[in-house]
């Protein structure tokens, strides 16, 4: 498969009056055209800070790309673009979908001419145009009567049809990649599986490669091709989506793995909690992150970083359990993954 992004030792800080909080911790990894990468982990493990780093979207201060980290899209280094450069990249070459569209959306204009602003920019439509597109877009993403909705403000849209009119304005220049950042978490479930059925049937027709943000592994489940687990700024795991959801190695993906809800052990089984909090940053662990919450945990995760392990050409993961010395722990997912 063509590569289209390339993330290599990506490191995140903000500089706070507590001290500098090491979001993002040297971590690496590729996107390829029309693929769907995951991007899983619970809130504050640096997940929406790199998605937000790849656009150069960090406000600089508090935030810093440290030195040495490297962002490539198209063989185009995108840390040492001018901001025309950033202006021309956003929107038409990558494009993001924000957790709230309520706040995203800017409440003064009508959704069709968010959506042809879009393409008056990047494709250089006239006014007419570029509206005739925006509507378009509207029926593409299925937001039923699109020509009256077009001339509608957000707060006249339902929460799903705001996601929707954000997916538009994403796609309306065709871009490479789709950032999704918890694209589905302030919707219910019916509303949910729209969306993401909404994001995969675009993606087949369009071939736009998609990072998906989220901490739901249940949301991820039907569309990633390949899931990265990250805690603590750093990635701990990663694999094809059947090596994670069905053989999975570490703890941490364990422990997500445990906390969807699975029909068929009926409504009546208790929902799995992990139990802590993730690490301060400011001082992040010597050893092992996820050490303290871990109940494999040995001395030597608690003294030093696990090396990572490659379990396949695809599959690896950083965790003193997978090492040959290291006791045999069978996985407490039970055989067949998440149903």
């Not at 929460?159 to 950032?179: D, T, V």
Request: a neutral charge; charged letters at 25%; one cysteine or more.
């Amino acid at each position: 498969m063509e590569k289209i992004l390339d993330i290599k030792d990506l490191k995140v800080s903000f500089h706070t009056y507590n001290g500098e909080v090491q979001a993002v911790r040297g971590i690496s990894f590729e996107l390829n055209k029309g693929e769907t990468l995951a991007v899983v982990g619970e809130s504050g493990c640096g997940k929406s800070v790199t998605s937000k780093a790849i656009m150069r979207l960090l406000p600089t201060p508090p935030a810093e790309i440290k030195e040495g980290s490297v962002i490539e899209f198209d063989g185009k280094n995108v840390l040492k673009m001018s901001q025309q450069e950033l202006r021309e990249l956003r929107g038409a070459e990558i494009s993001m979908i924000f957790q709230d569209p309520m706040t995203s959306l800017n409440p003064t204009m009508t959704v069709g001419r968010q959506i042809a602003e879009s393409l008056q920019i990047h494709r250089g439509m006239n006014k007419q145009e570029a509206f005739a597109e925006a509507v378009k877009m509207l029926k593409l993403v299925n937001i039923p009567n699109a020509e009256n909705r077009a001339k509608q403000y957000p707060h006249e849209f339902s929460g799903g049809m705001r996601q929707r009119a954000m997916i538009a304005i994403a796609l309306a220049c065709n871009p490479k990649i789709l950032i999704a950042d918890e694209p589905t978490t302030a919707l219910d479930v019916t509303i949910q599986a729209q969306i993401m059925d909404l994001i995969k049937d675009l993606q087949d027709k369009l071939g736009t490669a998609v990072i998906l943000v989220t901490h739901d592994l249940g949301v991820v489940a039907d569309v990633a091709h390949r899931i990265q687990v990250m805690y603590a700024g750093q990635i701990i795991e990663r694999g094809t989506k059947d090596e994670i959801f069905y053989n999975g190695q570490h703890p941490y993906s364990w422990a997500l793995l445990r906390s969807v809800p699975r029909l068929d052990l009926g409504n009546k089984a208790e929902l799995y909690s992990l139990k802590g909090t993730p690490p301060d940053l400011i001082k992040p662990p010597v050893g092992c992150p996820f050490a303290a919450r871990c109940e494999y945990c040995m001395p030597i995760c608690r003294e030093e970083m696990p090396p990572v392990t490659k379990l396949s050409e695809t599959h690896e993961v950083a965790c003193w359990l997978s090492h040959p010395l290291a006791p045999k722990v069978e996985s407490p997912i039970k055989t067949g993954g998440v149903k």
